[in-house]
């Protein structure tokens, strides 16, 4: 036990060099910082400085330390410094060192969280105190008190807080670990690269191999650092596209339900219009009819007054008084009367036609008002041009089905026909509007479908559809379906179930749209580009055939 300190020494805590391992500078900063967390240190509480105020007389206590000890004081009267014994005849204003504030904030920041760690100082025997550095020498932990005693000769070796000494020693010769085997990647004493298994292996010493890991740690890192900043802007990126995928649903989503607002509300005009239509008939024919039905009825009641004094006369026993009763009259003429106004009633019925005419109209009017705006022209039918198949291609009589042949057809040589692959495009071309196209490609083992630029090569490599920078297609083998644009290939997930293809163009938009037309309809990709040419339809046939399948429409899908 040291007497003047006041604390236990390791017994080979004598004078000496630096220890190994630890830097002679790295020792003093710690001694310092020590020196320094000594005079952080609150009297009151013995605890480092929270909020720390000062008296007159130039001491700094914590603040609620010295409110509560100024509170103890209040009943005597008199107010005095717990370092000093100043009086004060008031309570003393506190007032905030901000200054030493400061200094205790970079002091906290600066310093590990030792108690943190778990590792407490191994001679301090009455309490826990937390220790700032361990020695693998002593196979002890140390405070800062007991820091600034310990000894630094070679032998003893410093280092962070740790319960793990073991792990810094030679299992086999209980030595500490000095070296770096470059060849076995392990640690190793002085022993061990004398003899044993590690004898003859290149070694570094721990702080030169340390900080060659951590150089190409620290490559790494800036490699991370340079994907997690790419990936950063891809996420951004798919932020910004679900963003604006969001934006135009909600845009679509309002412009349906404005749009089925507006149909509901045309279908009630037109319903109360036909309706009407119906009560307008309806009355127009039973206004004659009630009043023919009055008129019959009073010629009922006459009828039955004429046949009671028929039946009267009938019953009469007196001849004399039979005879001289007044004529009842001849009822032929009213009877051929009734006949006719019945047959002019009777025809009479509501104009169905005129009906139907009315609501086929109205809705007729509806469904123009909703695809006024997407119509351009009439829809026309899509023929391929036979001047641009290749020899190999059989196209049909209605410009409809394009057959592979394996006999050459006697095609004339044109400067647009396909010259190596077995290709054909259509006579029609788009540069504006939205249009949409069919194909049947059940009878085909290998396709491509979709649209090239006039100006497509017709030669080489760069003639293929899809091969260029001028062409989009959907490519189809066996059970798989792909898409392709400027020699740049995707596999799609899924084939084409229904052996219907749907190609949908809007030129503006900027967008090729492929669907599979199954049910329901499936989208299968779309390729976005800044159009600069007519846009002409185009297939390319391996084996069997392909079809165009009926018209194609400019109107919104």
Partial sequence: MNGMLGVAVCSTCAGGEASAGQQPETITLRMASADLRKELDCSICLSIYTDPVTLRCGHNFCRLCIDQVLDTQEGAGVYSCPECREEFQERPALQRNITLCNIVESFRSAQPDQEGTGVFCTYCIHSPVPAVMSCLHCDASLCYNHLRVHSKSP???????????????????????????????????????????????KVQMLDEASEKKKQKLRNDLQEVISKTEKTEKEVQSLQENKRKVHEKSSGVTERVTALFRDLRSQLDDLEKRVLREVSKQEEELSLPLSVFIQQLEIKKAELSRKMCHIEELCNMTDPLTVLQESHTGDLCDTEEGDKEDRERHDGRDLDVALISHTL??????????????????????????????????????DMKIVSRS?????????????????????????????????????????????????????????????????????????????????????????????????????????????????????????FTANFTEPLHAALLVEEGSIKICGKRSNQEM
């Avoid at 810094?168 to 000095?178: A, D, F, I, N, T």
């Avoid at 006024?372 to 036979?386: N, P």
């Avoid at 290998?446 to 899809?466: F, H, K, N, T, W």
């Avoid at 596999?491 to 938009?509: F, K, Q, T």
């Fill in 155 to 201: 032998e003893h070796v410093l280092c962070d807080p740790t319960t793990s000494l073991e792990n810094r020693k030679c299992s086999v010769h209980r030595e500490l670990y000095k070296y770096y085997c470059t060849v076995d990647s392990a640690c190793i004493c002085v022993s061990c690269s004398l003899a044993g298994d590690h004898q003859g292996h």
């Fill in 360 to 397: 086929y109209t109205g809705l007729s009017d509806i469904i123009a008002g909703i695809t006024g705006g997407c119509i351009i022209q009439e829809a026309t039918d899509l023929l391929l041009d036979i001047n641009t198949a290749h020899y190999y291609l059989h196209v049909s009589d």
């Fill in 406 to 526: 394996h006999i050459g057809q006697n095609y004339p040589q044109t400067p647009k026909r396909s010259q190596r692959y077995a290709q054909v495009i259509s006579r029609q071309s788009f540069s504006s509007g939205r249009h949409y196209w069919e194909v049947d490609v059940s009878k085909s083992e290998g396709c491509r479908v979709g649209m090239c630029y006039p100006s497509i090569a017709r030669r080489g490599e760069e003639s293929l559809i899809g091969g260029n920078n001028k062409s989009w297609c959907l490519l189809r083998y066996i059970n798989q379906c792909y898409v392709g644009h400027d020699k740049k290939v995707i596999e799609l997930p899924d084939d084409v179930s229904s052996n219907r293809v749907r190609i949908y163009l809007d030129y503006e938009a900027g967008r090729l749209s492929f669907y599979d037309l199954c049910d329901p309809i499936r989208h299968l990709h779309t």
